[in-house]
């Protein structure tokens, strides 16, 4: 059955806060209903304005981002991998923690995973806040080793 503690919704949002505090990202990190962990991206000098318009038609500041078919997302795509990395690694640092799994079978509608992962650019009630540079088309997110954005 798919749970998560407290600690290791935690030690997830110390992972994001230490690999992408420097780079000005904005995250909050929750857990819903014991058995999923909802991470939002709320700000940042990152414009994700072309998810709002190639895959929602508005320019809503709001986006679900799907974790298995991030290929979708462009040049976000390696921010969004590494943020997924974070979510399914930084809880076997907490106490008891474990790091995500999933065994679940959907042929034969058995489904067992550690955690479900949902994860949001901006939320309906509180948009993302863009507050820097702007991705040129062409231009790729590129995220270094000491996990700078360039």
Avoid: C
Wanted: charged letters at 25%.
């Amino acid at each position: 059955m798919a749970y998560i503690k407290t600690e290791e919704v935690s030690a997830i949002r110390n992972e994001l806060k230490k690999r992408f505090g420097h780079t000005g990202l904005k995250f909050g990190v929750r857990k819903e209903h014991h058995s999923s962990v909802h991470v939002t991206i709320k700000a940042g000098p990152i414009d994700f304005s072309d998810i709002y318009k190639d895959h929602y038609g508005s320019g809503d500041h709001y986006a679900q981002i799907n974790p298995y078919h991030l290929s979708n997302y462009g040049q976000h795509q390696p921010l969004f991998e590494e943020i997924i990395k974070i979510i399914k690694t930084a809880p076997a640092l907490a106490e008891g923690g474990r790091e995500w799994f999933d065994k679940s079978d959907v042929m034969s509608d058995y489904f067992h995973t550690a955690f479900y992962i949902n994860l949001d650019v901006g939320s309906y009630d509180k948009p993302y806040v863009h507050n820097g540079w702007k991705l040129k088309p062409g231009m790729v997110l590129k995220l270094t080793p000491d996990m700078e954005v360039k």
